[in-house]
């Protein structure tokens, strides 16, 4: 018997690092180096690969909000 989920795989989404449940996912990616259900992640340019694009968003999102403090 299958799984439900591989008939139905949730649609990927552009990572937004002000969202909790974004970041949330990718703490998980990083503790079990697995996506439970597969990346939900789009890609986007000029990355090439998603941990790499995750790590810099979210680093720009940190700094953009030191920045406003300053």
């Known amino acids: 018997m299958y799984r439900v989920k591989s008939y ?3 649609p990927r989404v552009q990572f937004d690092p ?3 449940e974004h970041r949330l ?3 998980s ?3 079990y180096n ?3 259900e597969g990346c939900p992640f789009l890609l986007e340019d000029p990355y090439e ?4 694009m995750i790590n810099a968003k979210i680093t ?3 700094l953009r909000s ?5």
């Open 49 to 52: 690969d998603i941990p790499t």
């Open 29 to 31: 990616y990083l503790k």
């Open 34 to 36: 697995n996506w439970r």
């Open 25 to 27: 996912d990718y703490a």
């Open 8 to 10: 139905n795989p949730k």
């Open 18 to 20: 002000s969202n909790h």
């Open 66 to 70: 030191l920045m406003s403090i300053v």
């Open 60 to 62: 720009e999102n940190a």
